[in-house]
């Protein structure tokens, strides 16, 4: 018993046979024409082999360019978006007016700290260093410190941010 799958099918060969429109084609098929076998004479055959290796060296060169600049690109520290740093740092004229609206009596040359301690010179920074120091020992000798020294230093943050929003010196 062996049947035929294919015995009640009826093909056309004609629907079978697929032309490609002019934009699909390839461009020796397409200088051929639609039937008829047109060569290309040797000079255009070497004109399109020429261009041919002239891209390919071109893309090349390109693809070269694109790898040196991404090597260039990480090779440079990612700094990423600095506009919410800018944003969240005070304007220069902000500044300028704040402290044209208030002035204060200027502070002793002992209290005046650089804030930069690269900038400083090695006796500027001795001093600051023994101030601190000095600050240390002072603050861990303190009654209240040694009873509860987390109340004390909540109370000299709160006290300093106060200060800050009040634009008064430290």
Known sequence: MTSNVFAGVKIDPKSLVKT??????????????EDEKVLLPKKEKMKLRKERWLQKIENIKL???????????KATPVVGDLHPLMDALPELSDMVAASKFCRHPKTPAKKMLLTNFCQMKST????????EVAQFHKTISDPL??????????????????????GKPF
Not at 20 to 33: F, M, P, T
Not at 124 to 131: G, I, N, Y
Not at 153 to 160: A, Y
């Open 63 to 73: 693809a070269k360019q694109q790898q040196k600049a991404e090597a260039k690109r």
């Open 124 to 131: 500027q920074k001795r001093q600051v260093l023994m101030q």
């Open 20 to 33: 490609l429109d002019i934009d699909v084609r390839s461009i020796s098929s397409a200088i051929k024409g």
């Open 145 to 166: 410190f040694k009873a509860s020294p987390l109340t004390v230093l909540g109370e000299h943050l709160s006290k300093r941010l106060q200060l800050e929003r009040e």
